[in-house]
């Protein structure tokens, strides 16, 4: 990405969450959590520009305070996802929407495994849905298995 300050990037970075359909007022209240100590740490520093080693940094200050039981696990989820994302818009110039798949751990018979393929491949599914859909059709399947109604 262009050579912009800590501060342009921030907007960006909050711009692009925007994009991605988040909520303005959720925007803000992560800016305010969890991108502006970022910002204001690389100003304390004498830092006009992202730096990774800050940013680096301030990742293990906060694992440190989680594992002190100063912050808890989502407290901390959230000021990692700060850095994150700032790191992002700073090496790409953008904000990819990503969330972990799911996985069942219930596998199907190769029957109904048969089905599933054939159900997923007659729809263009966004990878999220498709995951969520997979998810959904092999627990439902186990409940049917654990009822009887499955062999």
Same mark, same amino acid.
């Given at each position: 990405?262009?050579? $912009?300050?800590?501060?342009?990037? &921030?907007?960006?970075?909050?711009?692009?969450?925007?994009?991605?359909?988040?909520?303005?007022?959720?925007?803000?209240?992560? %800016?305010?959590?969890? $991108?502006?100590?970022?910002?204001?740490? =690389?100003?304390?520093?004498?830092? +006009?520009?992202?730096?990774?080693?800050?940013?680096?940094? %301030?990742?293990? =200050?906060?694992?440190?305070?989680? +594992?002190?039981?100063?912050?808890?696990?989502?407290? %901390?989820?959230?000021?990692?996802?700060?850095?994150?994302?700032?790191?992002?818009?700073?090496?790409?110039?953008?904000?990819?929407?990503?969330?972990?798949?799911?996985?069942?751990?219930?596998?199907?018979? &190769? %029957?109904?495994?048969? $089905?599933?393929?054939?159900?997923?491949?007659?729809?263009?599914? =966004?990878?999220?849905?498709?995951?969520?859909?997979?998810?959904?059709?092999?627990?439902?399947? =186990?409940?049917?298995?654990?009822?009887?109604?499955?062999?």
């Amino acid at each position: 990405m262009e050579n $912009i300050s800590i501060n342009e990037l &921030a907007m960006r970075t909050l711009e692009a969450l925007q994009v991605l359909g988040l909520a303005v007022h959720t925007v803000w209240t992560e %800016y305010c959590d969890a $991108i502006l100590p970022i910002v204001r740490l =690389h100003e304390q520093q004498g830092k +006009e520009r992202f730096d990774r080693d800050i940013a680096s940094k %301030y990742t293990r =200050h906060i694992e440190e305070r989680r +594992e002190r039981g100063e912050i808890g696990s989502s407290h %901390y989820n959230r000021l990692r996802h700060g850095v994150e994302r700032l790191t992002e818009m700073n090496d790409k110039g953008r904000l990819e929407w990503s969330c972990p798949g799911k996985v069942s751990k219930f596998k199907l018979n &190769a %029957y109904f495994e048969s $089905i599933l393929s054939e159900f997923l491949s007659q729809e263009q599914w =966004h990878p999220n849905t498709r995951g969520d859909v997979t998810w959904v059709a092999r627990n439902f399947s =186990h409940g049917l298995f654990l009822m009887g109604t499955m062999t």
